[in-house]
Protein backbone atom coordinates (compact mmCIF):
# COMPACT_ATOMS: atom_id res chain seq x y z
CA UNK A 1 0.00 0.00 0.00
CA UNK A 2 1.25 3.78 -0.56
CA UNK A 3 2.29 5.49 1.95
CA UNK A 4 0.03 7.99 1.42
CA UNK A 5 -2.52 5.42 1.59
CA UNK A 6 -2.00 4.22 4.86
CA UNK A 7 -2.11 8.13 6.29
CA UNK A 8 -5.48 8.22 5.09
CA UNK A 9 -6.50 4.71 6.94
CA UNK A 10 -5.01 5.91 9.75
CA UNK A 11 -7.19 9.58 9.67
CA UNK A 12 -10.34 7.42 8.57
CA UNK A 13 -9.27 5.16 11.72
CA UNK A 14 -9.16 1.92 9.93
CA UNK A 15 -5.26 2.04 11.08
CA UNK A 16 -4.23 2.58 14.82
CA UNK A 17 -0.58 4.08 15.37
CA UNK A 18 -0.64 2.60 18.74
CA UNK A 19 0.20 4.96 22.10
CA UNK A 20 3.07 2.95 23.10
CA UNK A 21 4.18 3.95 26.67
CA UNK A 22 7.68 5.36 25.51
CA UNK A 23 6.09 7.73 23.13
CA UNK A 24 7.90 9.16 20.16
CA UNK A 25 12.02 7.94 20.17
CA UNK A 26 13.28 8.88 16.95
CA UNK A 27 15.63 12.01 17.11
CA UNK A 28 16.59 14.60 13.66
CA UNK A 29 19.15 12.67 12.45
CA UNK A 30 16.55 9.38 12.28
CA UNK A 31 14.51 11.50 10.19
CA UNK A 32 17.07 12.78 7.94
CA UNK A 33 18.39 9.21 6.99
CA UNK A 34 14.23 8.18 6.90
CA UNK A 35 14.00 10.81 4.18
CA UNK A 36 17.01 10.31 2.01
CA UNK A 37 16.55 6.71 2.11
CA UNK A 38 12.93 7.36 0.35
CA UNK A 39 13.97 9.93 -1.94
CA UNK A 40 16.66 8.02 -3.26
CA UNK A 41 14.31 5.09 -3.41
CA UNK A 42 16.42 2.54 -0.62
CA UNK A 43 13.95 -0.11 0.97
CA UNK A 44 12.67 1.17 4.58
CA UNK A 45 11.28 -2.36 5.34
CA UNK A 46 7.15 -2.84 5.73
CA UNK A 47 4.42 -2.39 8.47
CA UNK A 48 3.16 -5.37 10.70
CA UNK A 49 -0.05 -4.85 11.64
CA UNK A 50 -1.80 -6.69 14.32
CA UNK A 51 -5.24 -7.48 13.87
CA UNK A 52 -7.13 -7.88 17.01
CA UNK A 53 -10.68 -8.22 18.28
CA UNK A 54 -12.31 -5.29 19.81
CA UNK A 55 -14.31 -5.10 23.12
CA UNK A 56 -18.04 -4.76 21.13
CA UNK A 57 -19.23 -2.83 24.64
CA UNK A 58 -16.93 -0.19 23.61
CA UNK A 59 -16.86 0.99 19.95
CA UNK A 60 -14.42 3.95 19.17
CA UNK A 61 -12.02 5.02 16.27
CA UNK A 62 -10.02 2.43 14.54
CA UNK A 63 -12.01 -0.31 14.59
CA UNK A 64 -13.60 -1.91 11.56
CA UNK A 65 -17.16 -1.60 12.38
CA UNK A 66 -18.36 -4.75 10.15
CA UNK A 67 -16.09 -7.02 11.51
CA UNK A 68 -15.47 -5.80 15.30
CA UNK A 69 -11.63 -5.88 14.73
CA UNK A 70 -8.61 -3.50 15.51
CA UNK A 71 -6.39 -3.00 13.34
CA UNK A 72 -2.95 -1.67 15.24
CA UNK A 73 0.77 -0.66 13.88
CA UNK A 74 3.31 -2.69 15.00
CA UNK A 75 6.08 -2.76 13.35
CA UNK A 76 6.63 0.44 11.57
CA UNK A 77 5.05 3.13 14.15
CA UNK A 78 7.91 5.21 14.32
CA UNK A 79 8.51 5.42 10.54
CA UNK A 80 5.08 6.36 10.03
CA UNK A 81 4.63 8.85 12.66
CA UNK A 82 7.31 10.50 11.48
CA UNK A 83 6.27 10.71 7.73
CA UNK A 84 2.11 11.63 9.21
CA UNK A 85 4.08 14.81 10.77
CA UNK A 86 6.35 15.53 7.49
CA UNK A 87 3.48 14.93 5.19
CA UNK A 88 0.45 16.03 7.10
CA UNK A 89 2.21 19.01 8.81
CA UNK A 90 1.40 18.56 12.14
CA UNK A 91 1.77 15.45 14.64
CA UNK A 92 -0.56 12.84 15.16
CA UNK A 93 -3.70 13.57 17.78
CA UNK A 94 -2.04 11.63 20.23
CA UNK A 95 1.64 12.26 19.92
CA UNK A 96 4.13 12.77 22.71
CA UNK A 97 7.21 13.63 22.13
CA UNK A 98 9.26 16.69 20.98
CA UNK A 99 7.70 17.65 17.79
CA UNK A 100 11.17 19.70 16.51
CA UNK A 101 12.18 15.66 15.69
CA UNK A 102 10.60 16.17 12.06
CA UNK A 103 9.41 20.10 11.61
CA UNK A 104 11.00 22.04 9.76
CA UNK A 105 12.72 19.38 7.18
CA UNK A 106 14.42 20.78 4.42
CA UNK A 107 15.16 19.69 0.93
CA UNK A 108 17.98 21.59 -1.22
CA UNK A 109 17.62 21.74 -4.88
CA UNK A 110 20.87 21.67 -5.45
CA UNK A 111 22.40 18.82 -3.51
CA UNK A 112 19.49 16.88 -3.04
CA UNK A 113 20.52 16.66 0.73
CA UNK A 114 17.63 16.72 3.34
CA UNK A 115 18.59 19.39 6.39
CA UNK A 116 16.65 20.89 9.23
CA UNK A 117 15.89 24.42 8.90
CA UNK A 118 19.16 27.10 9.67
CA UNK A 119 18.12 30.74 9.54
CA UNK A 120 21.59 32.00 8.65
CA UNK A 121 22.66 29.23 6.38
CA UNK A 122 19.21 28.77 4.50
CA UNK A 123 17.51 32.37 4.56
CA UNK A 124 18.44 33.95 1.43
CA UNK A 125 18.92 30.79 -0.52
CA UNK A 126 16.02 29.73 -2.75
CA UNK A 127 17.24 26.24 -3.25
CA UNK A 128 16.43 25.11 0.69
CA UNK A 129 12.75 24.21 0.17
CA UNK A 130 10.71 23.17 3.27
CA UNK A 131 9.50 19.37 2.34
CA UNK A 132 6.23 20.08 4.16
CA UNK A 133 5.54 22.19 1.67
CA UNK A 134 5.95 19.91 -1.21
CA UNK A 135 4.43 16.52 0.54
CA UNK A 136 1.19 18.52 1.79
CA UNK A 137 0.23 19.35 -1.81
CA UNK A 138 2.42 18.03 -4.92
CA UNK A 139 5.38 19.69 -6.84
CA UNK A 140 3.21 21.64 -9.55
CA UNK A 141 1.25 23.14 -6.59
CA UNK A 142 4.44 23.98 -4.54
CA UNK A 143 5.75 25.63 -7.61
CA UNK A 144 2.41 27.60 -7.88
CA UNK A 145 2.33 28.74 -4.47
CA UNK A 146 6.37 29.58 -4.36
CA UNK A 147 6.08 33.24 -5.86
CA UNK A 148 8.67 32.45 -8.22
CA UNK A 149 7.44 29.80 -10.29
CA UNK A 150 9.83 30.75 -13.04
CA UNK A 151 13.03 29.66 -10.75
CA UNK A 152 11.59 26.32 -9.40
CA UNK A 153 10.34 24.55 -13.03
CA UNK A 154 13.73 24.26 -13.45
CA UNK A 155 14.03 21.89 -10.73
CA UNK A 156 10.22 20.02 -11.33
CA UNK A 157 11.78 16.30 -12.10
CA UNK A 158 13.58 16.38 -8.45
CA UNK A 159 10.22 18.14 -6.97
CA UNK A 160 8.61 15.31 -8.51
CA UNK A 161 10.73 13.12 -7.27
CA UNK A 162 10.71 13.86 -3.58
CA UNK A 163 6.98 14.20 -3.53
CA UNK A 164 6.55 10.54 -5.56
CA UNK A 165 8.98 9.05 -3.54
CA UNK A 166 8.27 9.54 -0.44
CA UNK A 167 4.43 9.62 -0.58
CA UNK A 168 3.44 7.32 -3.76
CA UNK A 169 6.35 4.66 -2.04
CA UNK A 170 4.50 1.15 -2.14
CA UNK A 171 4.96 -0.38 1.56
CA UNK A 172 4.45 -4.34 1.95
CA UNK A 173 1.93 -4.90 4.68
CA UNK A 174 1.66 -8.38 6.91
CA UNK A 175 -0.84 -8.94 9.29
CA UNK A 176 -1.13 -11.03 12.22
CA UNK A 177 -4.43 -12.00 12.39
CA UNK A 178 -5.96 -15.25 13.71
CA UNK A 179 -7.79 -16.72 17.06
CA UNK A 180 -4.26 -18.20 18.46
CA UNK A 181 -2.72 -14.61 18.36
CA UNK A 182 -2.48 -13.78 21.95
CA UNK A 183 -1.04 -10.69 23.11
CA UNK A 184 2.00 -13.09 24.33
CA UNK A 185 2.11 -14.54 20.43
CA UNK A 186 2.39 -11.25 18.76
CA UNK A 187 5.18 -9.67 21.26
CA UNK A 188 7.26 -12.76 20.12
CA UNK A 189 6.18 -12.76 16.77
CA UNK A 190 7.43 -8.91 16.94
CA UNK A 191 10.34 -9.43 19.00
CA UNK A 192 12.01 -11.89 16.72
CA UNK A 193 11.39 -9.77 13.51
CA UNK A 194 13.45 -7.19 15.55
CA UNK A 195 15.78 -8.67 17.33
CA UNK A 196 18.46 -5.82 17.09
CA UNK A 197 15.97 -3.32 17.21
CA UNK A 198 13.03 -1.59 19.53
CA UNK A 199 11.91 -4.06 21.28
CA UNK A 200 7.91 -4.47 22.40
CA UNK A 201 6.74 -5.32 25.94
CA UNK A 202 3.49 -6.98 26.43
CA UNK A 203 2.65 -3.84 28.56
CA UNK A 204 3.02 -1.81 25.01
CA UNK A 205 0.99 -3.86 23.37
CA UNK A 206 -1.91 -4.31 25.57
CA UNK A 207 -1.67 -0.48 26.60
CA UNK A 208 -1.69 -0.33 22.50
CA UNK A 209 -4.77 -1.76 22.25
CA UNK A 210 -6.40 -0.34 25.20
CA UNK A 211 -6.26 3.34 23.49
CA UNK A 212 -7.53 2.47 20.32
CA UNK A 213 -10.31 1.31 21.49
CA UNK A 214 -10.53 4.38 24.35
CA UNK A 215 -8.00 7.48 22.63
CA UNK A 216 -8.19 9.07 26.06
CA UNK A 217 -6.45 5.98 28.54
CA UNK A 218 -3.06 7.23 28.17
CA UNK A 219 -3.76 11.08 28.45
CA UNK A 220 -5.87 10.00 31.92
CA UNK A 221 -3.30 7.54 33.00
CA UNK A 222 -0.86 10.77 32.65
CA UNK A 223 -2.71 13.16 34.79
CA UNK A 224 -2.43 10.74 37.47
CA UNK A 225 1.08 10.41 36.75
CA UNK A 226 1.86 14.04 36.64
CA UNK A 227 -0.21 14.71 39.58
CA UNK A 228 1.74 12.17 41.52
CA UNK A 229 4.98 13.57 40.24
CA UNK A 230 4.17 17.06 41.55
CA UNK A 231 3.46 15.69 45.27
CA UNK A 232 6.92 13.80 45.11
CA UNK A 233 6.32 10.84 43.62
CA UNK A 234 7.76 9.45 40.50
CA UNK A 235 6.08 6.64 38.82
CA UNK A 236 6.52 5.21 35.64
CA UNK A 237 3.51 4.03 32.97
CA UNK A 238 4.20 0.56 33.24
CA UNK A 239 3.71 0.75 37.02
CA UNK A 240 0.41 2.55 37.06
CA UNK A 241 -0.62 -0.58 34.14
CA UNK A 242 0.72 -2.86 36.42
CA UNK A 243 -1.78 -1.87 38.84
CA UNK A 244 -4.53 -1.72 36.72
CA UNK A 245 -3.82 -5.52 36.01
CA UNK A 246 -4.04 -6.55 39.32
CA UNK A 247 -6.68 -4.88 40.40
CA UNK A 248 -9.02 -6.16 37.49
CA UNK A 249 -7.88 -9.61 37.13
CA UNK A 250 -5.71 -10.41 40.72
CA UNK A 251 -3.06 -11.63 38.17
CA UNK A 252 0.83 -10.03 37.05
CA UNK A 253 0.62 -10.33 33.02
CA UNK A 254 -0.14 -7.65 31.38
CA UNK A 255 -1.54 -10.41 28.51
CA UNK A 256 -4.34 -10.86 31.28
CA UNK A 257 -5.67 -7.55 30.63
CA UNK A 258 -7.21 -8.85 26.66
CA UNK A 259 -9.98 -10.13 28.43
CA UNK A 260 -11.08 -7.29 30.30
CA UNK A 261 -13.31 -4.56 28.76
CA UNK A 262 -12.78 -1.28 28.38
CA UNK A 263 -15.60 0.03 30.21
CA UNK A 264 -13.91 -1.68 33.29
CA UNK A 265 -10.88 -0.66 32.33
CA UNK A 266 -11.91 3.20 32.83
CA UNK A 267 -14.01 2.64 36.21
CA UNK A 268 -10.73 0.30 37.18
CA UNK A 269 -8.60 3.77 36.64
CA UNK A 270 -10.52 5.88 39.12
CA UNK A 271 -10.78 3.05 42.05
CA UNK A 272 -6.61 2.07 41.38
CA UNK A 273 -5.89 6.03 42.04
CA UNK A 274 -8.00 5.97 45.06
CA UNK A 275 -6.07 3.07 46.27
CA UNK A 276 -2.79 4.43 45.30
CA UNK A 277 -3.34 7.65 47.49
CA UNK A 278 -4.34 5.66 50.51
CA UNK A 279 -1.63 3.11 50.43
CA UNK A 280 1.08 6.36 50.00
CA UNK A 281 -0.82 8.39 52.50
CA UNK A 282 -1.07 5.21 54.75
CA UNK A 283 3.58 4.72 54.05
CA UNK A 284 4.15 8.59 54.25
CA UNK A 285 2.12 8.95 57.46
CA UNK A 286 2.92 5.74 59.62
CA UNK A 287 6.90 5.29 58.15
CA UNK A 288 7.39 8.85 57.32
CA UNK A 289 8.50 7.46 53.54
CA UNK A 290 6.80 10.54 51.52
CA UNK A 291 8.49 11.17 48.69
CA UNK A 292 10.43 8.85 45.51
CA UNK A 293 13.61 8.87 46.71
CA UNK A 294 12.92 7.02 49.89
CA UNK A 295 9.48 4.81 48.72
CA UNK A 296 11.84 1.80 47.98
CA UNK A 297 9.94 -1.29 46.38
CA UNK A 298 7.73 0.41 44.39
CA UNK A 299 5.99 -2.61 42.66
CA UNK A 300 4.95 -3.65 46.62
CA UNK A 301 2.14 -1.49 45.62
CA UNK A 302 0.36 -3.57 43.22
CA UNK A 303 0.27 -6.32 45.53
CA UNK A 304 -0.81 -3.91 48.26
CA UNK A 305 -3.62 -2.65 45.71
CA UNK A 306 -4.08 -6.59 45.22
CA UNK A 307 -4.45 -7.56 48.88
CA UNK A 308 -6.90 -4.35 49.80
CA UNK A 309 -9.10 -5.71 47.04
CA UNK A 310 -9.32 -8.97 48.35
CA UNK A 311 -10.22 -8.58 51.65
CA UNK A 312 -12.69 -5.77 49.98
CA UNK A 313 -12.83 -3.75 53.33
CA UNK A 314 -11.72 -0.73 54.92
CA UNK A 315 -7.69 -1.99 56.83
CA UNK A 316 -7.78 -1.43 60.53
CA UNK A 317 -4.91 -0.09 62.08
CA UNK A 318 -3.38 -3.30 63.09
CA UNK A 319 -4.14 -4.48 59.58
CA UNK A 320 -2.31 -1.62 57.83
CA UNK A 321 0.96 -2.29 60.58
CA UNK A 322 1.15 -5.55 59.57
CA UNK A 323 1.30 -4.73 55.48
CA UNK A 324 3.79 -1.99 56.46
CA UNK A 325 5.98 -4.63 58.25
CA UNK A 326 5.77 -6.67 54.94
CA UNK A 327 6.15 -3.85 52.62
CA UNK A 328 9.07 -2.85 54.63
CA UNK A 329 11.20 -6.08 54.71
CA UNK A 330 10.08 -6.19 50.88
CA UNK A 331 12.32 -3.32 50.19
CA UNK A 332 15.37 -4.48 52.71
CA UNK A 333 15.71 -7.43 51.03
CA UNK A 334 15.02 -6.42 47.65
CA UNK A 335 11.94 -8.69 46.87
CA UNK A 336 10.95 -7.25 43.98
CA UNK A 337 14.68 -6.07 42.70
CA UNK A 338 14.95 -9.03 40.20
CA UNK A 339 12.54 -10.74 38.18
CA UNK A 340 9.37 -8.18 39.43
CA UNK A 341 6.44 -10.21 37.05
CA UNK A 342 7.09 -13.85 38.03
CA UNK A 343 7.46 -12.57 42.19
CA UNK A 344 4.70 -10.37 42.21
CA UNK A 345 2.87 -13.31 40.47
CA UNK A 346 3.43 -15.88 43.60
CA UNK A 347 2.40 -12.97 46.19
CA UNK A 348 -0.22 -12.30 44.50
CA UNK A 349 -1.17 -16.63 44.73
CA UNK A 350 -0.83 -15.81 48.17
CA UNK A 351 -3.25 -13.39 48.59
CA UNK A 352 -6.01 -15.05 46.05
CA UNK A 353 -5.34 -18.48 48.13
CA UNK A 354 -6.70 -16.57 51.35
CA UNK A 355 -2.97 -16.93 53.30
CA UNK A 356 -3.43 -12.65 53.48
CA UNK A 357 -0.68 -10.66 54.66
CA UNK A 358 0.82 -13.62 57.33
CA UNK A 359 0.94 -15.76 54.09
CA UNK A 360 3.43 -12.95 52.48
CA UNK A 361 5.70 -12.36 55.45
CA UNK A 362 6.33 -16.04 55.77
CA UNK A 363 7.30 -16.18 52.02
CA UNK A 364 9.43 -13.02 53.09
CA UNK A 365 11.02 -15.70 56.17
CA UNK A 366 10.95 -18.70 53.55
CA UNK A 367 13.97 -16.77 51.49
CA UNK A 368 15.33 -15.17 54.27
CA UNK A 369 15.25 -17.96 56.87
CA UNK A 370 15.51 -14.80 59.59
CA UNK A 371 13.72 -10.96 59.20
CA UNK A 372 15.70 -9.47 62.45
CA UNK A 373 18.26 -6.79 61.19
CA UNK A 374 21.85 -7.07 61.76
CA UNK A 375 24.28 -4.60 62.25
CA UNK A 376 26.06 -5.46 59.51
CA UNK A 377 22.76 -4.89 57.29
CA UNK A 378 23.55 -1.50 57.85
CA UNK A 379 27.18 -1.59 55.99
CA UNK A 380 25.94 0.09 52.84
CA UNK A 381 26.38 3.32 51.64
CA UNK A 382 24.69 6.70 49.64
CA UNK A 383 21.13 7.22 49.47
CA UNK A 384 20.74 4.28 46.78
CA UNK A 385 21.22 1.31 49.59
CA UNK A 386 18.54 -0.48 50.06
CA UNK A 387 18.47 0.50 54.11
CA UNK A 388 19.04 4.59 53.33
CA UNK A 389 15.18 3.93 53.31
CA UNK A 390 14.93 2.75 57.15
CA UNK A 391 17.36 5.26 58.30
CA UNK A 392 14.71 7.94 56.98
CA UNK A 393 12.05 6.03 58.47
CA UNK A 394 13.59 6.07 61.94
CA UNK A 395 14.29 9.58 61.78
CA UNK A 396 10.68 10.53 60.89
CA UNK A 397 8.98 8.06 63.60
CA UNK A 398 11.18 8.06 66.45
CA UNK A 399 11.56 11.38 67.13
CA UNK A 400 15.15 12.13 66.62
CA UNK A 401 16.07 16.17 66.76
CA UNK A 402 17.59 18.65 65.57
CA UNK A 403 20.97 18.91 66.97
CA UNK A 404 20.72 23.15 67.50
CA UNK A 405 16.89 23.45 67.90
CA UNK A 406 16.11 20.57 69.40
CA UNK A 407 12.99 20.45 67.39
CA UNK A 408 11.34 16.93 66.50
CA UNK A 409 12.19 15.97 62.80
CA UNK A 410 8.60 13.87 62.19
CA UNK A 411 7.09 17.39 62.48
CA UNK A 412 8.83 18.37 58.99
CA UNK A 413 9.46 16.85 55.39
CA UNK A 414 12.71 14.90 54.84
CA UNK A 415 12.58 14.59 51.45
CA UNK A 416 14.83 16.25 48.67
CA UNK A 417 12.01 19.35 48.19
CA UNK A 418 11.85 19.84 51.98
CA UNK A 419 14.30 22.12 54.21
CA UNK A 420 16.14 19.31 55.82
CA UNK A 421 19.32 17.91 54.86
CA UNK A 422 21.07 14.75 55.10
CA UNK A 423 23.87 14.99 57.78
CA UNK A 424 27.67 13.42 57.45
CA UNK A 425 28.07 13.07 61.31
CA UNK A 426 32.09 12.85 60.06
CA UNK A 427 32.16 15.43 57.44
CA UNK A 428 33.34 14.19 53.94
CA UNK A 429 35.77 16.63 53.59
CA UNK A 430 37.62 15.69 56.20
CA UNK A 431 37.82 11.93 55.63
CA UNK A 432 38.55 12.42 52.19
CA UNK A 433 41.46 14.77 53.22
CA UNK A 434 42.08 11.61 55.65
CA UNK A 435 42.16 9.61 52.82
CA UNK A 436 39.34 7.45 52.98
CA UNK A 437 37.29 5.92 50.26
CA UNK A 438 33.95 7.05 49.03
CA UNK A 439 31.99 3.82 50.08
CA UNK A 440 32.96 4.24 53.85
CA UNK A 441 32.90 8.13 53.75
CA UNK A 442 29.32 7.76 52.50
CA UNK A 443 28.74 4.89 54.77
CA UNK A 444 24.49 4.66 56.23
CA UNK A 445 25.73 4.74 59.53
CA UNK A 446 27.64 7.81 59.00
CA UNK A 447 24.09 9.55 57.86
CA UNK A 448 21.47 11.17 59.76
CA UNK A 449 19.23 14.15 59.04
CA UNK A 450 19.15 17.40 59.98
CA UNK A 451 17.36 20.79 59.33
CA UNK A 452 19.10 23.10 56.74
CA UNK A 453 20.51 25.60 58.95
CA UNK A 454 22.00 23.42 61.64
CA UNK A 455 24.16 21.55 58.65
CA UNK A 456 24.92 24.91 57.59
CA UNK A 457 25.88 25.67 60.86
CA UNK A 458 28.27 22.60 61.36
CA UNK A 459 29.62 23.14 58.30
CA UNK A 460 32.88 20.75 58.07
CA UNK A 461 33.64 20.96 62.01
CA UNK A 462 34.79 17.45 63.27
CA UNK A 463 32.32 15.61 65.10
CA UNK A 464 35.15 15.71 68.57
CA UNK A 465 34.27 19.89 68.07
CA UNK A 466 30.45 20.23 67.46
CA UNK A 467 29.23 16.64 69.42
CA UNK A 468 29.83 17.93 72.68
CA UNK A 469 28.55 21.52 72.09
CA UNK A 470 25.08 20.32 70.79
CA UNK A 471 24.87 17.80 73.80
CA UNK A 472 25.36 20.81 75.94
CA UNK A 473 23.36 23.00 73.84
CA UNK A 474 19.82 20.61 73.38
CA UNK A 475 21.09 17.43 75.85
CA UNK A 476 19.78 13.84 74.44
CA UNK A 477 19.53 15.57 71.17
CA UNK A 478 22.76 13.73 69.92
CA UNK A 479 21.81 10.57 71.14
CA UNK A 480 18.35 10.45 69.50
CA UNK A 481 19.87 10.07 66.30
CA UNK A 482 21.42 6.78 67.72
CA UNK A 483 24.91 8.42 67.97
CA UNK A 484 26.63 6.84 70.70
CA UNK A 485 28.83 9.25 73.04
CA UNK A 486 29.88 7.11 75.95
CA UNK A 487 33.08 6.95 74.10
CA UNK A 488 34.67 10.39 73.09
CA UNK A 489 37.31 9.00 71.81
CA UNK A 490 34.66 7.52 69.07
CA UNK A 491 34.45 11.13 67.53
CA UNK A 492 38.06 11.06 66.42
CA UNK A 493 38.96 10.55 62.54
CA UNK A 494 41.66 7.94 63.74
CA UNK A 495 38.44 5.96 65.40
CA UNK A 496 36.03 6.24 62.03
CA UNK A 497 35.29 2.81 61.35
CA UNK A 498 34.88 1.86 65.59
CA UNK A 499 32.52 4.70 65.31
CA UNK A 500 30.30 3.55 62.64
CA UNK A 501 30.54 -0.10 63.98
CA UNK A 502 29.08 1.18 67.52
CA UNK A 503 26.09 3.28 65.42
CA UNK A 504 25.50 -0.15 63.19
CA UNK A 505 24.94 -1.55 66.40
CA UNK A 506 22.12 0.58 67.57
CA UNK A 507 20.21 1.44 64.76
CA UNK A 508 19.58 -2.51 64.38
CA UNK A 509 18.39 -2.37 67.47
CA UNK A 510 16.15 0.56 67.25
CA UNK A 511 14.88 -0.51 64.11
CA UNK A 512 14.43 -4.13 65.26
CA UNK A 513 12.48 -2.51 67.88
CA UNK A 514 10.42 -0.36 65.51
CA UNK A 515 9.63 -3.60 63.21
CA UNK A 516 8.42 -5.42 66.29
CA UNK A 517 6.27 -2.86 67.35
CA UNK A 518 4.33 -3.04 64.11
CA UNK A 519 4.16 -6.71 64.11
CA UNK A 520 3.09 -6.95 67.28
CA UNK A 521 0.61 -3.92 67.30
CA UNK A 522 1.95 -2.18 70.14
CA UNK A 523 1.61 0.76 67.34
CA UNK A 524 -1.70 0.87 67.51
CA UNK A 525 -1.74 2.96 70.76
CA UNK A 526 -0.42 5.97 69.22
CA UNK A 527 -3.13 7.95 67.38
CA UNK A 528 -1.78 8.28 63.80
CA UNK A 529 -2.85 11.35 61.73
CA UNK A 530 -3.00 10.15 58.02
CA UNK A 531 -1.56 13.17 55.97
CA UNK A 532 -2.76 13.53 52.52
CA UNK A 533 0.56 13.20 51.21
CA UNK A 534 -0.54 12.14 47.52
CA UNK A 535 -2.18 15.52 46.91
CA UNK A 536 0.36 17.94 47.95
CA UNK A 537 2.33 19.54 45.70
CA UNK A 538 5.95 19.86 45.55
CA UNK A 539 7.98 23.32 45.33
CA UNK A 540 11.21 23.96 45.98
CA UNK A 541 14.54 22.24 46.46
CA UNK A 542 17.44 21.38 48.72
CA UNK A 543 21.03 21.61 46.98
CA UNK A 544 22.95 17.92 47.74
CA UNK A 545 25.01 16.04 45.87
CA UNK A 546 21.32 13.76 45.41
CA UNK A 547 20.44 16.97 44.09
CA UNK A 548 22.95 17.17 41.17
CA UNK A 549 21.06 13.67 40.14
CA UNK A 550 17.19 15.39 40.12
CA UNK A 551 18.52 18.47 37.96
CA UNK A 552 19.88 15.78 36.03
CA UNK A 553 17.35 14.17 35.59
CA UNK A 554 14.61 17.13 34.83
CA UNK A 555 17.12 18.54 32.51
CA UNK A 556 16.46 15.71 30.34
CA UNK A 557 12.80 15.87 31.04
CA UNK A 558 13.04 19.55 29.74
CA UNK A 559 14.89 18.83 26.76
CA UNK A 560 12.02 16.20 25.64
CA UNK A 561 14.09 13.24 26.64
CA UNK A 562 13.62 9.90 29.41
CA UNK A 563 14.16 11.68 32.51
CA UNK A 564 16.49 8.22 33.23
CA UNK A 565 16.08 6.22 36.86
CA UNK A 566 17.27 7.72 39.86
CA UNK A 567 19.26 5.12 41.82
CA UNK A 568 18.20 2.04 39.61
CA UNK A 569 19.33 -1.02 41.45
CA UNK A 570 21.63 -2.76 38.49
CA UNK A 571 21.27 -6.83 39.24
CA UNK A 572 24.35 -8.03 38.45
CA UNK A 573 24.19 -12.01 39.28
CA UNK A 574 21.76 -13.35 41.79
CA UNK A 575 20.71 -11.06 44.23
CA UNK A 576 23.80 -8.90 44.02
CA UNK A 577 23.22 -5.21 42.44
CA UNK A 578 24.71 -2.40 42.24
CA UNK A 579 23.10 1.19 43.15
CA UNK A 580 23.40 3.55 39.89
CA UNK A 581 22.94 7.39 40.88
CA UNK A 582 20.90 7.59 37.19
CA UNK A 583 20.23 4.98 34.81
CA UNK A 584 18.70 4.66 31.43
CA UNK A 585 18.96 1.02 31.33
CA UNK A 586 16.69 0.89 27.95
CA UNK A 587 18.87 3.57 26.37
CA UNK A 588 17.71 7.08 25.91
CA UNK A 589 15.81 6.69 23.37
CA UNK A 590 14.11 3.37 24.61
CA UNK A 591 15.82 0.31 22.92
CA UNK A 592 17.19 2.26 20.25
CA UNK A 593 19.82 2.95 22.02
CA UNK A 594 22.88 1.76 24.59
CA UNK A 595 21.83 1.41 28.02
CA UNK A 596 23.28 4.48 30.17
CA UNK A 597 24.27 5.43 33.54
CA UNK A 598 25.71 8.30 35.73
CA UNK A 599 28.06 7.06 38.29
CA UNK A 600 29.21 9.96 40.43
CA UNK A 601 32.21 9.97 42.76
CA UNK A 602 31.96 6.37 42.69
CA UNK A 603 34.39 3.00 42.95
CA UNK A 604 35.97 1.39 40.35
CA UNK A 605 34.97 -1.65 40.70
CA UNK A 606 31.15 -1.08 40.86
CA UNK A 607 31.72 1.17 37.53
CA UNK A 608 33.82 -1.89 36.45
CA UNK A 609 30.69 -4.41 37.02
CA UNK A 610 28.14 -1.95 35.49
CA UNK A 611 30.67 -1.58 32.30
CA UNK A 612 30.18 -5.78 32.31
CA UNK A 613 26.30 -5.25 32.07
CA UNK A 614 27.38 -3.15 28.47
CA UNK A 615 26.49 0.37 30.17
CA UNK A 616 27.96 3.70 28.40
CA UNK A 617 28.95 5.04 31.85
CA UNK A 618 29.38 8.76 32.79
CA UNK A 619 31.61 9.95 35.80
CA UNK A 620 31.06 13.41 35.52
CA UNK A 621 27.13 15.48 34.85
CA UNK A 622 29.08 17.73 32.41
CA UNK A 623 30.22 15.18 29.96
CA UNK A 624 26.98 13.43 30.15
CA UNK A 625 25.40 16.30 28.86
CA UNK A 626 27.56 17.06 26.08
CA UNK A 627 27.04 13.16 24.66
CA UNK A 628 23.13 14.19 25.01
CA UNK A 629 23.56 17.26 23.00
CA UNK A 630 25.97 16.22 20.59
CA UNK A 631 23.44 12.41 20.09
CA UNK A 632 19.92 14.03 20.46
Not at 2 to 25: N, S, T
Not at 424 to 430: L, M, S
Not at 533 to 546: G, H, K, W
Request: hydrophobic share 35%; with cysteine; charged share 25%.
Amino acid sequence: MKIIDILAQIDAEQYALPEFQRGYVWNREQVKKLANSLYKGYPIGGILIWVTENDESYTRGNVDKINRTIRLILDGQQRLTTLYGLIRGKAPSFFEGDEKAFTNLFFNLESESFEFYAPIKMKDDPNWIDVTNVLTHNASTFIEQSGNPGYYIKYLTKLNNLYNNITQKELPIEEVVGEDKSLDVVVEIFNNLNSGGTKLSKGDLALAKICAQWPDARREMRNILERLRNAGYDFKLEWLLRCITVYLTNKAYFSELEQVKIEDFKNALKDVEKKIDEILNQIGSRLGLDNTRVLGSKFAIPLMIGYMKKVNHKLSDSEWNKLLYWYIHTFLWGRYAGATESTLAQDLAIVNNGDGIDGLINQLRLNRGDLTIKPEDFWGWGSGARFYPLLYLLTRMNKARDFSSGIELRDNLLGRNSTLEVHHIFPRAVLYKAGKAKAIVNSLANYTFLTKDTNLEISDDEPAIYIPKYMSKQPGAIESHWIPTNDIELFKIDNYEKFLEKRRELLAQTANEFLNSLINDSKQEEKVEIIDYANRVIESNNESEDETIVKLSNWMSEKGLSSGEINYELIIEDNNSVIIDIAWPDGIQSNLSEPVAVMLNEDQKNINRVNLKNYRIFTDVNDFKEYVNEKY
